[in-house]
């Protein structure tokens, strides 16, 4: 199957790699394989003897149970390790849909969490997030309920959300599971910012713990900042449609990365070090962009993320976020993301929080706006 040209990876592809100063990264802060290593008492000489053969498709058992020792209600039999999240959205999409479903996919959204599902030939209803005056969003649990028809086949939710680093509340959680289970309906949920919780905020429940009939995604990428890793994975209650999936995942990549999962494993064992190193990033970076949009007030309107390392700003002036974004990174060498690489319109842009860079990334930004 052929799919959509993914724009948002075009326009990384024109400028990621040669822009000096990224302000729109949705990860967080990397660190060398030294570092994670260092984390783990014996880790550099084991891994220097790991074993470089196949690995098993489901993924690395100690690895599996490690991402299952994350959930509340799952064991290793309810995971799967994919190669980066990516793969996730494929095999559930590939497995479950075909021509002539229709699926709900809150909006806006990682491009491929609906346009898979358009390729294929579904009808997509975009559940929009809304923000007020304040850039403050919100979600109409209304919208939903009205939406479903008979032949609905799955809901698609990212929380934290990926742009705007909106959290659906755990009752409204609770209510879209109701809803799905009224409707057996299949819940995909997007969760690569779980537990980068910031300031605070209480940590969110996972969906394949709440509802037998969901299938969570998670990431190293994201929430713990090892994006080079590629690997991922999909949890869920219901071992039949994993084993769908995996039979799926023998036309993709078969097994994953030995190295990668190796690696994995220890930042799991040290998870709590690393979110509480990233969660420190973006709580400093969040103080930063607070003083820097109340230094340009008549610009930009914000309202922080309630986890994850993303937020998604408006551009409160004439000119469009993509005009904006183009001639600030061609000019100035600052990457930030307009909402036309998001088909959200042209007045918000996405703004990453998770480096350490970012104060240095917000000089260059702020003499762009100086001579312009």
């Not at 990431?219 to 084993?243: C, E, F, N």
């Not at 990033?281 to 914000?302: A, C, G, K, M, V």
């Amino acid at each position: 199957m052929k799919y959509t040209q993914f724009d948002l990876e075009v326009f990384f592809a024109k400028y990621e790699f040669s822009a000096p100063y990224l302000l729109c990264s949705s990860d967080c802060e990397a660190m060398s394989i030294g570092e994670l290593l260092s984390l783990d008492d014996g880790a550099i000489e084991d891994f220097h003897n790991h074993w470089l053969g196949y690995t098993e498709a489901p993924g690395d058992p100690e690895l599996r149970q490690l991402v299952a020792s994350r959930y509340n209600k799952l064991s290793d039999k309810n995971i799967i390790i994919l190669s980066g999240a990516q793969e996730g959205i494929q095999l559930f999409s590939q497995t479950l849909l075909q021509p002539d479903d229709h699926v709900i996919v809150m909006f806006p959204a990682y491009q491929s969490l609906y346009q898979m599902a358009t390729d294929i030939g579904c009808e997509v209803t975009h559940w929009r997030l809304a923000d007020n005056e304040e850039n403050v969003w919100s979600l109409d649990l209304d919208f939903l309920r009205d939406n479903i028809r008979e032949n609905t086949r799955a809901v698609f939710i990212n929380t934290p959300h990926n742009p705007t680093g909106f959290v659906v509340p755990d009752a409204m959680l609770e209510e879209i599971v109701t809803i799905c289970r009224d409707h057996n309906l299949y819940l995909f949920s997007d969760e690569v910012y779980r537990e980068l919780e910031v300031n605070d905020a209480p940590k969110a429940i996972s969906a394949a713990d709440k509802y037998e009939k969901a299938i969570a995604l998670g990431v190293m990428s994201k929430a713990y900042g090892l994006a080079g890793l590629r690997i991922g994975w999909v949890a869920s209650q219901d071992t039949d449609l994993l084993q769908e999936l995996l039979n799926q995942k023998f036309y993709t990549t078969i097994c994953n990365s030995a190295p990668s999962e190796f690696l994995a494993k220890v930042a799991l064992k040290n998870a709590d070090t690393l979110l509480d190193r990233n969660r420190t990033i973006i709580e400093s970076n969040i103080t930063s962009i607070n003083q820097f949009i109340t230094d340009y007030p008549n610009l930009f309107r914000w309202s922080p993320p309630q986890a994850g390392s993303i937020a998604f700003p408006r551009l409160v002036t004439e000119t469009s976020s993509e005009e904006f974004c183009i001639n600030l990174v061609e000019s100035h060498g600052v990457l930030l993301a307009p909402s036309t690489m998001f088909d959200f319109g042209t007045h918000h842009f996405r703004l990453g929080l998770g480096r350490k860079n970012l104060p240095e990334c917000l000089e260059h930004l702020a003499d762009f706006i100086e001579q312009t």
